[in-house]
């Protein structure tokens, strides 16, 4: 199947001959209405497309904001509170670029309604992004939820969704049911989160409610793929955007850090803990990506579709771990111009914490794709979360901040150190196996 983001060549048409004496076809370089069939899952070179990429870039906004608030949360001392508000945030906006990313993977036909539809759902992105400082506004007041303009953006998103949707339920009869599938529990949920930010009720309740709607937002893939018939999404292409959208979230721990250090030196100058902090962030930036990628997902994926789910889901835990590493560095920062409510090892801990979480979901998905339990990986991180934890003791006893930082850099380091010694043999054994086994 011709890839979507290339253009076609019209059959019938003329081929004019080229200058070696081949024929070269003609290329319709126009984006016509194009039937939404469905891509083929073996499609060799499938890459990420321009659009793709620049709907990427909404998301940066997205994820910026949430990191934001969450560090002012944290610097206030309202970690419970922050913590809320960046769980339900960080959910909406990685549910939300799944969907589009396993829908693109499946039924991307790069025509004009497709572009439309796409930079629509880019709206959505940016009200939601604008809706995010409401929520943590409303939980840092303690009296009820304020998610009116955060699930505006949302709702906005998920119909464009929808409309995609139905449109593949109407081109693509073979596969009609799972589209219908996703359209109408897509419909349901938003139905549920607009009543939700209408009665605009208690906490307790509000979070309550959350969790249901979550629940069913997650429960639509799951009919859809497993009892539905399923959709023709691409292994190496879905492993290729969780990689990208990987980096972009990485990219906003070394923003966060440079933006919030950049004050500091304003006013202070280079100091020591300055320069510390922000090595530190570089650091643990760049171990965190040497961890992610040592995983050959795209293969295993490739070879057992079914487990794709594990995949997929857990990788919110991962984008929501490396959003959250960017506003604890945010929030050390905080601390050295003396602007935070947080004690050293709070601060710490803020860091140390979604770091610990980001490896153990790292190594989760590994697990959930090979189905073998790995005690030399389990080990590994067993070992970076010692590191972790020597971080938050060094804390207690008194040891700067911006030192112990660099001891939460060093847990990737670990991770990375026993990949490269042992681990790639390991793995490549495992990888192996798994595609022997494959049916």
Not at 135 to 152: C, E, T
Not at 226 to 238: E, F, L, Q, V, Y
Not at 338 to 359: C, D, M, Q
Request: net charge neutral.
């Amino acid at each position: 199947m011709v890839r979507a983001d290339c253009h076609a060549v019209r059959v019938g048409q003329n081929v004019p001959v080229s200058e070696s004496g081949g024929r070269r076809p003609k290329v319709d370089l126009a984006h016509r209405l194009r039937p939404m069939s469905g891509r083929d899952p073996h499609e060799p070179h499938r890459a990420a497309t321009p659009l793709e990429l620049l709907f990427d870039l909404t998301f940066v906004i997205a994820f910026g904001v949430a990191a934001s608030q969450f560090a002012h949360m944290l610097a206030t001392g309202h970690v419970g509170g922050g913590l809320a508000g960046f769980s339900f945030a960080t959910f909406a906006v990685s549910w939300a670029w799944i969907n589009f990313s396993w829908f693109a993977s499946a039924y991307d036909t790069d025509d004009w309604v497709y572009r439309v539809t796409t930079m629509l759902q880019m709206v959505g992105v940016l009200v939601l992004a604008l809706g995010i400082p409401q929520v943590f506004a409303s939980i840092a007041d303690g009296a009820h939820v304020d998610s009116r303009a955060l699930v505006a953006g949302y709702v906005v998103m998920r119909i464009a969704m929808v409309i995609q949707w139905l449109r593949a339920a109407r081109q693509d009869p073979d596969r009609r049911a799972a589209c219908l599938t996703y359209a109408v529990t897509i419909t349901v949920a938003q139905l549920g989160w607009v009543a939700i930010a209408i009665v605009n009720t208690s906490l307790g309740i509000t979070f309550a409610l959350f969790a249901v709607m979550i629940g069913l937002e997650v429960t639509g893939p799951l009919l859809a793929e497993k009892r539905m018939g399923g959709t023709p999404w691409h292994a190496h292409h879905i492993a290729e955007r969780n990689g990208l959208l990987t980096i972009i979230a990485l990219g906003e721990g070394v923003v966060g850090t440079v933006a919030s250090l950049s004050a500091v030196v304003a006013e202070q100058g280079w100091s020591t803990d300055a320069v510390l902090v922000a090595v530190a962030g570089t650091g643990l930036t760049f171990g965190m990506w040497w961890v992610y990628f040592v995983m050959p997902a795209a293969d295993l994926l490739h070879a057992h579709r079914d487990r794709s789910f594990g995949y997929g889901y857990l990788h919110i835990a991962v984008f929501g771990s490396i959003v959250a590493t960017g506003a604890g560095l945010h929030a050390a920062a905080d601390s050295i111009e003396h602007r935070s409510a947080l004690s050293s090892v709070a601060t710490v801990l803020a860091v140390a914490v979604p770091v610990g979480a980001y490896v153990g979901a790292v190594f989760g998905t590994y697990l959930l794709l090979t189905h073998a339990w790995d005690g030399f990986y389990g080990s590994v991180v067993l070992m970076a979360l010692a590191v972790l934890g020597g971080a938050v003791a060094l804390a207690a006893a008194g040891v700067s901040t911006p030192l112990c930082l660099l001891v939460v850099t060093a847990a990737p380091a670990a991770a990375v150190c026993g990949f490269e010694l042992s681990g790639h043999r390991r793995t490549a054994e495992t990888l192996a196996e798994e595609l022997d086994r494959r049916p």
